[in-house]
């Protein structure tokens, strides 16, 4: 390492930070050891770094910021008093019941049930009226988990979508047809859900295996067969976010 | 999250997330309306967060992309060539303790806005390089290139600062004692 490649790294290094246990610094850091003139560069470095991060924490910060923070955020927060929650219970109780009626009408043909149904499944999560079977940030667990409860799961997650941090997993069955689903954190802040279902293979919904892309309402989907597995990836936004998850 | 959960995350979480809106954004008013409409997405949404350890990278992160997005809307970003955007290094260091806030401030913000960004997560202290990498979407090493070109561009900045401060001081000539008469 020369001192130009030390000092690159040293840029980023912080005596007591959250970085200084970091073993990438300890060849920069012996090297500034042994070198005076990189020692003495690093020292006022550090120095500089310093009085920066003193005068930043000075910059006052608004009186009123906090308070209207916490006014409007009441306003934007899902209402939660208990009037309001047997409300909105009574609402879906009329709404399933009513609803119910009209969706197989209305619903888009070419989605098949145990996907309306999944994204029921993942909008009853999402709202936290119904809880994950299983949790955790690493999806290799949650596919082992999903496999010794002989649920459905993927061989292996599709592009993009190894890289996202999952969040739990839930199984169900929509007319004998066994079902899970993994839901996953976007960098975003939102969701991507990716469905396995084993339809079988009379079906005659079975889908193909090119990717279809289908949107329903604020969702848009994806689905594809590989072998006796059918997937589903699905996410509230548009085609391109979906497919930046295949690639 | 509870009323009092959320309390506390505001408390612990506005002055960082302002100070990081106000380096980004240059306008205290813009500052002020990024921190609150970040917490108001998160009172909206942030419920999905299982992990409330992620709180705070989801609070910069959000706040980060909401900038990204509110500047796309105004004005397209200059297309800066980060590779080609070599900033000599500083053989000498301004005294930034000889400065007032506000220069330090203006400086920071005078720094092109893909080196501002990390530099303001670096020095505020509140997340690892890692994690800066993470939050900004881009790899370790760009991180450490932005903030090794963002630094040397907020010192250059600084001199100009100092130079102008040091401009401003006025050497008064001593008085001379008046000779008495008489």
Known sequence: MDNREAKFILNVYRPGGQDASDPRFSEALDQARRDPMLERWFSESIAFDTAMTEKLRAIEVPPDLRENILAGAKVSRPLRSPFIKWAIAAALISMAIFGSLIWHAARPAHLAGWQSQALDVVSSLVRNESSFDAQSHNADQLLAWLRANHAPAAQKLPGNLGKLESIGCKTFSWNGIPVSVICFMRPDGGLVHLVSANVPTSSARRPKTAPGFVRQGEWATVTWREGDTTYMLALEGSRDQLRSYLL | ?182
């Open chain 2, 1 to 182: 999250m509870s009323e009092a959960d959320f309390q506390q995350l505001v408390a612990r979480q506005y002055a960082p997330l302002y100070r990081f809106a106000l380096s980004l954004s240059k306008s205290e008013a813009d500052a002020a309306d990024l921190t609150q409409q970040t917490f108001f997405l998160w009172a909206s949404k942030g419920g999905q967060l299982r992990d409330r350890s992620k709180a705070k990278s989801w609070l910069f992160t959000t706040l980060y992309r909401e900038f990204l997005s509110r500047r796309r809307r105004e004005v397209r970003f200059p297309n800066v060539e980060l590779d080609d955007a070599r900033e000599e290094e500083m053989s000498i260091l301004p005294n930034v303790n000889a400065l007032d806030g506000v220069s330090i401030l203006q400086a920071l913000q005078e720094v092109d806005e893909p080196f501002r960004a990390p530099l303001t997560l670096f020095y505020l202290e509140q997340f690892s390089y890692r994690e800066i990498a993470d939050l900004l979407d881009v790899p370790i090493g760009t991180v450490m290139s932005r903030l090794s070109r963002g630094k040397a561009q907020l010192r250059r900045r600084l001199l100009s600062q100092q130079e102008i401060a040091d401009q401003k001081i006025v050497s008064f000539q001593p008085e001379k004692p008046r000779e008495s008469h008489g």
